[in-house]
């Protein structure tokens, strides 16, 4: 394929993601890492587990670690509420929780409508973004889960 056909089909590929809010920003993380999407339900805390882990939950049988996403990027803690929600996802063989405020909608978006994220971010970890979407009326957040845990984090979430 020539290099202009690869740019075209690139510039044509529909990124297919789940989008959530985390205190007053947007997020997106690809559909195909997420296996559900489920209402708060209770927590066990794990003594001695890592400060953004809240705890884990029994889910038919599995037992999943469940991680505060605000916590890990570092935001202010906020009261879980209706429209709190635990995405399931699958980050590198393990199955995981991460705990949002709200899950909005599932999009279809072009490629070339995101762009890498600046240097500097303020407010929330840049090593965790994968790219920024500019939509019609706001930006979106793409996060790189694999990312939002380090390799020793991993091996931690492997014993919890």
Known sequence: MSEVAQTNKESNELLQLVSFKIANEEFGVDILNVQEINK???ITKVPNAPVFVEGVIN???RVIPIIDLRTRLKLEKKEHDKDTR???VEITGKTVGFIVDAVKEVLRIPRNITEAPPEIVTGVESEFIRAVG???DR?????DLEKVLNAEEHLNLQQV
């Open 134 to 136: 500019k939509l019609e």
């Open 139 to 143: 930006l979106l957040i793409l996060i």
């Open 40 to 42: 708060m339900t209770q």
């Open 59 to 61: 889910l038919r049988g």
């Open 86 to 88: 635990i995405i399931v």
